[in-house]
């Protein structure tokens, strides 16, 4: 199964920007999609966006505009621009893997859902 390393995470300001790196330990090319999830204090984990191995993108409602998700396949390495930040997006922000593929004489069905350990963003007013 994939590891996954999120880092970048910090304290900044409304209105300040941070760039989320997540790394994969093998190749992002063979992912069929990687996400950012993000969990407050007392909250569900929600999705934050997503982009699959045709770099094919969806982003929650609540980011449409202000974050970006990219990947680069050569680093392995998946990112989440986060501009115009908020108090209300001070969560850990979670790296997700989903891969699926058929294996063996019978193509049987392989596959993982992995998540990183997660990076904390905290927005101050």
């Known amino acids: 199964q994939v590891r996954l390393v999120e880092s970048g995470g910090g304290l900044v300001q409304a209105g300040d920007s941070l760039r989320l790196s997540c790394a994969a330990s093998?190749?992002?090319?063979?992912?069929?999609?990687m996400s950012w999830y993000r969990q407050a204090p007392g909250k569900q984990r929600e999705l934050v966006a997503s982009?699959?191995?045709?770099?094919?993108?969806t982003y929650a409602d609540f980011v449409k505009g202000r974050f970006t998700i990219s990947k680069d396949n050569s680093k392995n390495t998946i990112y989440l621009q986060m501009n115009s930040l908020r108090p209300e997006d001070t969560a850990v922000y979670y790296c997700n893997a989903v891969r699926r593929y058929l294996s063996g004489a019978r193509g049987e069905l392989q596959g993982y859902d992995a998540w990183g350990q997660g990076t904390q963003v905290t927005v101050s007013s």
């Open positions: 093998e190749s992002t090319a063979m992912i069929n999609v």
């Open positions: 982009i699959r191995s045709s770099r094919t993108t």
